[in-house]
């Protein structure tokens, strides 16, 4: 520890510490514009200069490492002189244009120039003009602004992870831009927003739609992965205007992700619903609510009272609120109904878990570890922020490793790498069992069959970086769990945890998929497959959310009863029966419980869109109609508190259900890598049209594979293919030599894929 002195404060800091960083655990605010606490010190600004005893000239406090004994003084008059000779350099070239900058009235440059600019400027030649840059659809430019503070480089190349702007030039010649022809393409990209100080970088969506000063703020959490990034929903004339990240450093940090950003253009979709509708003799027709409900009592208790109660499937999206998903597993626990499921996309009917599975760990005990492990996830799309906060751990020491069924760059160092076909990755998995079980001198459970595994290099090496660490975590992530074969990979992955003495942990889709766990929402064992004549659907779209959409489709168009619940229309237009408006996350109050077992509950931020209503309070109606007992809630809060009465730690176990027996299975012929894509894993993204302009939603429109593979279907990029999977789907051929040979990448819950079958024959042709 440091003893320093600041305007007259004596405090003690850290060894390492800066000047900056002692002010502001005192509170002693330093102008700044290139300073950030979570990038790299460049001090390039120069706005932060200060007096210190001793020194020749005023220092930046961002980069000055305190001394024992230092004084600083941060208000004098040879630090204000600095700071404001730094300010009139910095206004020489900037626009005189704040009233019709959307930065207006939130810009650092604009409060810091009242405090230490002056009325008129003594530079009279004619000011610098930059053009603007086309960052891509998420990201406006007015380059005239920029002020070269960095932050946005920096954030690109530290915290994405991969430099995609560049600051070319010198003095007043520099200038921000991107590589020639590319645009600003990472699915953290909007922070650099957030970052930066002017008008340089802004909302490309929220532009000219209000100023600032004309929005409301309130707090939210995010509908759209494990994650539960906490939210500042900005909101005017009862619509949301934009989104902005709420601090939490245990949670999202001061991050988000750009669905978490810019989904809230689908709340205003011309696609939302306002009325209840009833299906009439094949013609929709709008109703009240009263005889819409009513109209679903009857439906339901007379498909109930021919058919019986295990006829009925009550299914809903993890994104629910827990709220939403307790009272609609009331109602069906009231009717009878037990075919209840929230994982819509599990494809093992016998992947169990003991109890509720979850990370395992906290968020933050995770970026802790020494080493993770993460098997079967495209973890950049699956879980952004989360990748970010390894990316970090990484720099600090933590060695990832992955055993994936491509060869995606994380865009950080890896301590092992196994690529595997999409149908090999138990068998990735076995061998880095064998080897840990090799190194450590112990005997693999005698349900899991080693005997012909062979250990190549890469699983040597991941096995080596598990034995040699301390703290080790081990991930399955969705590729892994909504996979053909998920049980078996739960399997060999708790077997690898336990000999190498890990943390088993699951990286849960959707928003709530800890909490529908929770309150007992099983797996879709036999949902579809086995067709219902009744159907409860919540925020569930079964032609997207499903793991086999033609087999859901089939099963709900030949039901006698399916009930809707959606804020959207869609194609559930097709083959609901009626079909109930009820609120988006924005619109309703609730909470989710995120995958570290965190319950962040939210009040709604703008008032439910015409007829619409919250489906927490359909369904307490619903029950009452039905003359169900225990319905009778005054306000969400009521129904969180009954959900959660029996708290929820006692109940996480990642440990599977049952012993699973796992023999290794020889693969050949063509296969297909389906993953959803970060952009289509929910009803709200898929309906926002900035991240459907985006490239990595573009990318998803494609079928994929390494030359080796095009060579022998005889196609080359740039193709129209043909592929044939119980239904057909014509895609655009790309070249991507990240996958093994045989393997086909075709996303999943695309709107030109989703009439593939995935259990059925995988054929491809040039079209």
């Keep these: 520890m ?68 230092m004084k600083v003084w941060t208000h004098s008059d040879a630090a204000v002189k600095a700071q404001k000779g730094v300010m009139e350099f910095l206004l020489i070239n900037h626009p005189l244009d704040c009233p019709i900058c959307d930065q207006g009235g939130e810009c650092q440059l604009q409060d810091l120039a009242v405090g230490y600019g002056q009325s008129g400027s003594r530079y009279e030649e004619e000011k610098r003009s930059v053009v603007n840059k086309n960052l891509g659809p998420l990201i406006s430019t007015d380059m005239t602004r920029c002020i070269h503070c960095t932050r946005c480089v920096r954030f690109t190349e530290e915290v994405a992870g991969f430099q995609e702007l560049g600051m070319p030039g010198r003095g007043e010649h520099s200038e921000i831009m991107s590589f020639i022809g590319k645009t600003v393409n990472s699915e953290i990209s909007g922070n650099v927003i957030d970052l930066c100080p ?93 005889v819409a409900l009513e109209y679903v009592a009857n439906g339901l208790k007379s498909v109930i009272e021919e058919h019986g109660a295990d006829n009925v499937a009550a299914l809903a999206s993890p994104s629910s609120t827990l709220e939403e998903l307790f009272l609609l597993k009331k109602l069906a626990a009231g ?279 919250p489906a927490w309070k359909v369904f307490r109606v619903l029950g009452n109609l039905l003359g169900l007992a225990g319905f009778e809630f005054a306000s969400s809060e009521e129904v969180r508190d009954e959900a959660l009465a029996n708290g929820i730690e006692g109940k996480l176990n990642n440990a599977p259900a049952a012993a699973v027996n796992v023999k290794p299975v020889a693969a050949s012929g063509l296969t297909r890598l389906a993953e959803v894509p970060l952009y289509q894993i929910d009803a709200l993204v898929r309906r926002a049209p900035s991240l459907q302009a985006t490239v990595d939603a573009q990318s998803a429109a494609t079928l994929r594979a390494n030359a080796t593979t095009l060579a022998t279907l005889g196609l080359v990029a740039g193709d129209q293919a043909k592929v044939v999977q119980g239904g057909e789907a014509v895609l655009t051929v790309a070249q991507d030599d990240a996958l093994l040979d045989q393997v086909v990448r075709i996303a999943a819950a695309h709107p030109l894929t989703r009439g593939l079958d995935g259990a059925a024959a995988l054929q491809v042709v040039k079209a």
């Excluded at 069992?433 to 001198?441: D, M, N, S």
């Excluded at 040597?460 to 769990?481: D, M, Q, R």
Aim: net charge neutral; hydrophobic share 45%.
């Design 335 to 613: 009717l009878g109904v037990k075919n209840t499921a929230a994982n819509l996309r599990q494809q093992d009917a016998s992947f169990a878990t003991a109890g509720v599975q979850w990370l395992g760990q906290s968020i933050v005990e995770l970026a802790e570890n020494d080493a993770v492990l993460v098997i079967g996830s495209t973890l950049r799309k699956e879980q952004p922020l989360l990748a970010q906060r390894l990316r970090q751990s990484v720099k600090k020491g933590l060695k990832l490793a992955v055993v994936n069924p491509h060869n995606d760059d994380l865009l950080t160092t890896l301590h092992g790498s196994l690529v595997t076909r999409p149908d090999q990755l138990v068998e990735g998995a076995l061998e880095v069992l064998k080897a840990v079980a090799e190194q450590k001198g112990a005997s693999v459970p005698a349900h899991i069959d080693v005997a012909g595994v062979t250990v190549s290099e890469q699983a040597l090496a991941i096995a080596t970086t598990l034995v040699a660490s301390e703290k080790v975590g081990v991930l399955l992530g969705n590729l892994a769990v909504e996979g053909v074969r998920a049980a078996e990979l739960h399997a060999v992955a708790t077997a690898i945890a336990e000999i190498s003495g890990a943390k088993l942990g699951v990286l849960t889709s959707g928003a709530n998929a800890v909490g529908a766990q929770l309150i007992g929402f099983n797996a879709t064992a036999g949902a579809f497959a086995k067709p219902k004549k009744a159907y409860v659907l919540l925020n569930a779209e079964v032609d997207f959310d499903t793991a086999n959409a033609p087999q859901a489709l089939a099963a709900v168009e030949q039901a006698e009863m399916v009930v809707v619940l959606s804020p959207f229309q869609s194609c559930a237009y097709d083959y609901a029966d009626v079909i109930l408006p009820v609120s988006p996350f924005a619109e309703t109050s609730g909470t989710f419980i995120n995958l570290e077992s965190r319950p962040q509950s939210f009040n709604g931020v703008v008032r439910p869109l015409g007829e619409t209503r």
């Design 198 to 290: 002017v008008g340089a970088l802004t909302s490309k969506p929220f532009r000219f739609s209000a100023r600032t000063w004309e929005l409301s703020r309130r707090k939210s959490v995010s509908p759209h992965d494990g994650l539960g990034s906490n939210l500042i929903v900005q909101v005017k004339d009862h619509q949301v205007k934009r989104v902005l990240p709420l601090e939490n450093e245990a949670v999202n940090e001061c991050w988000l992700s750009d669905r978490d950003r810019y989904s809230y253009e689908a709340l205003n979709s011309g696609e939302r619903l306002q009325k209840p509708l009833i299906k009439q003799g094949g013609a929709w027709q709008e109703v009240d609510w009263t």
């Design 2 to 69: 440091l003893e320093v002195e600041i305007d007259g404060n004596k405090l003690t800091v850290p060894g390492g510490s800066t000047v900056m960083d002692a002010a502001t655990s005192i509170g002693v605010f330093i102008p700044h514009f290139c300073y950030h606490k979570k990038l790299s010190i460049a001090a390039n600004c120069r706005m932060c200069l200060v007096q210190v005893e001793k020194a020749p000239k005023p220092l930046p406090a961002c980069a000055t490492p305190v001394t024992d004994g």
